[in-house]
């Protein structure tokens, strides 16, 4: 054993080479060694501030801390295999170099209380991440469908040819899942952005601290409330979890999407050469692998978020080693969707649409097949029977090789004395779309509202992110004076 372990006092040995590769930590938890050594200065200016240690040495921990901070930035801060985790090391290094002060840095705290406020951290500023990364994809996509509100293109249910709609309204789908994944984030962050530190190792400390002090000082809006609670929960990360696997789901979906549209069959749009790759063997081929490795990729953050679930279920409170399990996932899932995040919305940017395919495709599929029926409504006939009217015309067409809006009128005559030239007039694609100007439906004046109150949304988000940022630096500028 080369390097003591902080709770060596109560063991004759140190613990095997075996357990203490087993138990490490520190492959994953160096990425929080910003946040520790950040939570460390403010623990030890309120020790100081509370005369729980004295002035000189509170200063002395915080001046040594502050060059590990330097030291972490330039990558020189020295991390040690012999040692468990970033905790141990940011305490073992403080007291290298500033000897028998360090020693006091521990005090009124447990690396329980420690690792969740640091992991706390972390997830604030990746949600902070995540939140502008989703802007910039709604703001790329709004852009797209505020140029395309009159291109019409087949709507699909059970993907068979169902109404038109346009492209515009179709993008705009894709933009408000993405809203509530902005909105499930943001929310998220009001419940995680509560501050550990002073809970101690499951039952509060003795020592006189002020928990109200450190978490303004790691910006967080207030102490959590039970100590014991907050040592053995990781609903806040759980939380976040699931956000990245929801919206994984949603860029998962628009990955399919954009396989199909660009397929030979669709021929919907086209994949810029920046975003598809080709193959080993088949020279011609160009293939939308991006697409593909978002959609296979959201099997990761589901997969994480189940892993994340099954690891808290049935944990006896309080803290117990299983939690220790819970930010390689919850990383990967966060670096998983930021770089989906990063390559779609260029993605998205330089994709050409082909909309004179899309509006070819129209033809197919009797997608006016709607609105011949409710146009038999009009004419007071009951929609069930209307229905049913259609139904034989379409089969009538299907017979024939015809499209509805080709019958003539003696034709239609065939299925109901109630049509006439105005019904061939009701169905015309153009006006099937236009019509549709229902809230939320895909006339274009209604899809210009959607826009209009997507654009609203997002630049709220924008607003709200960009506060809560340059917020944060201010605590951190505070924390380094
Ligand atoms: N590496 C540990 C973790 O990630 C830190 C907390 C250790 N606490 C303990 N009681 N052993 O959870």
Redesign the pocket.
């Known amino acids: 054993m080369s390097e003591k372990q902080l709770w060596s006092g109560r063991f004759a040995e140190g613990p095997s080479q075996m357990t203490l590769s087993f138990t490490s ?1 520190l492959n994953v ?1 160096v990425k929080l060694a910003w946040y520790d050594i950040a939570g460390s200065i403010v623990h030890a200016r309120m020790l100081g501030a509370q005369g729980i240690v004295s002035e000189e040495e509170a200063q002395s921990m915080v001046d040594g801390l502050k060059q590990l901070l330097d030291d972490l930035e330039v990558g020189k801060m020295d991390i040690s295999h012999d040692l ?2 970033i ?1 141990t090391n940011v305490e073992a290094s403080l007291t290298a170099r500033i000897g028998d002060a360090g020693k006091r840095l521990h005090t009124a705290r ?3 209380d ?2 969740s406020t640091d992991f706390r951290m972390f997830v604030r500023d990746a949600v902070l991440e995540t939140v502008g990364l989703l802007v910039e994809v709604q703001g790329i996509l709004i852009e797209r469908a505020e140029g395309s509100v009159n291109d019409m293109m087949p709507g699909f249910t059970h993907m068979q040819h169902a109404q038109p709609v346009s492209l515009g309204f179709h993008l705009m789908a894709h933009v408000f899942r993405l809203q509530r994944d902005t909105e499930r984030f943001l929310d998220a962050y009001k419940r995680l952005n509560q501050c550990p530190l002073g809970a101690g ?1 499951l039952a509060g400390t003795g020592h006189p601290i002020d928990r109200e002090a450190t978490s303004a000082g790691l910006g967080f809006d207030r102490p959590t409330d039970n100590a014991m609670d907050t040592v053995s929960d990781r609903d806040f990360a759980l939380e976040f979890a699931y956000a990245c696997a929801q919206t994984m789901i949603h860029l998962s979906s628009m990955g399919e999407e954009l396989v199909l549209w660009t397929s030979p069959e669709f021929g919907f749009a086209e994949m810029s050469d920046a975003f598809a790759t080709g193959s080993s063997i088949m020279p011609q081929k160009k293939n939308p692998d991006v697409a593909e490795l978002i959609r296979g990729r959201s099997s990761i953050a589901v997969g994480n978020l189940v892993q994340l679930m099954t690891l808290m279920k049935g944990l006896p409170l309080s ?1 117990n ?1 299983d ?2 399990e ?2 390689a996932s919850l990383m990967t899932s966060y670096e998983t969707l930021t770089s989906c995040l990063y390559m779609i919305g260029p993605m998205y940017r330089s994709l050409r649409f082909d909309r004179e395919a899309m509006s070819k495709a129209c033809a197919k599929g009797f997608l006016n097949a709607t609105d011949l029926a409710d146009h038999l409504v009009q004419k007071s006939m009951p929609f069930r029977q209307a229905h049913e009217v259609v139904g034989t015309a379409v089969q009538y067409c299907v017979k024939n090789g015809k499209t509805l809006e080709s019958l003539s009128v003696e034709e239609l005559k065939m299925f109901s004395e109630l049509l006439d030239q105005s019904s061939l007039d009701h169905i015309d694609l153009e006006a099937c779309l236009d019509r549709r100007s229902s809230l939320g439906g895909t006339a274009p004046e209604q899809v210009k509202a959607q826009i209009s109150s997507a654009t609203e949304r997002m630049e709220a988000f924008r607003e709200e992110c960009f506060k809560e940022i340059a917020r944060l630096n201010d605590v951190w500028s505070a924390m380094r004076r």
């Open positions: 930590s938890d468990e985790d905790h447990s690396r329980n420690q690792v190792a803290y080693r939690m220790q819970d930010k």
